[in-house]
Every structure is written in structure tokens, then in C-alpha cells.
């Protein structure tokens, strides 16, 4: 299962047990794709991409994707005050020269404590986010699938 933008030359494979909900076009630069799992029907995940590279810090990608990810748990506190990204969590790689960063961050919401897996991944041109919302132990169990389907995200 495949989602094609040729146009901003971007494309990704999801998991099987995902089904494609909708795709949506954010501002100017940007594009938002949402999935439901068959099995998890009130979970969804997001693809986010947008059609600029992220700043570049002079320690290199992994320093770069690090501070995206700073910069995203400071911007989910301002609606989730107990928000925080877990250090043992974060997992950096390259696959075909993409720098991707992957990590978990916990909160709680309505009392219920939640997880929030985030991927960034970095183009030369672009960059992507892929983040799925979800109890603990969904999480854990769809990380692997999600991991993989990360690896597959093609960004200018």
C-alpha cells in the first residue's frame, strides 16, 4: 500500500492493516495524510510533510532532528501541560541518506495516560513527520510497523 505526491515528489508504504482516510492539503507548503487501523479504529496515524528543510545546526542532522523534537514537545505543552519527550526512547538512523529520528513522548489526557510515537525524517528540500497517539501498550505494539514504514518515506 503505497501513498504517491508526485508532485512535491514525496511518497511512503503503509503497513498493512492501515487503511488510507484522508489527504489534505495544510497552507501552502504542506500536505497531512491520516490512516486508521483496522484493528485500533479510534487510533489514527499522520503523515505530515512540508515542503522545506529544517535549519541546519552545525553538529550535524541528528542535531538538527534533535532539535525538532525539543521544539515539538514545547509545542504540545502549550495544550498538554505534562508532556514530555522520553530520552531513552529517541532511535536515530539513516536509510538512504534520510536522517530519521524516532521517539516516544508520554502525557496524560482526560486522566488516561497516553504515548505519542514521533518520526521525523529529513530530506534536503523537505521534511516529514509521521505520529500516532495511543495507550502504552499500542504504542509498543504498533512501533515496529510504524518504524518500518518510516524507512520507506521518500522527501526531496
Known sequence: YTVNDPVNKVSATYPAGWKLVRSSVVGAKATSI???HLDYPKITL???YRMEAFPPVPAGPEATLRQQAVAKELDRRESLPDYRNVPESFRYREVADRPILSWIARYAQDGQPL???LIRIAGQSSNALIFLQAPRETV????PSVEAMADTVQVP
Open 115 to 117: 504515548e505519542e510515537l
Open 140 to 143: 509498543e505494539a504498533l512501533r
Open 34 to 36: 491520516r490512516f486508521s
Open 46 to 48: 499522520n503523515l505530515y
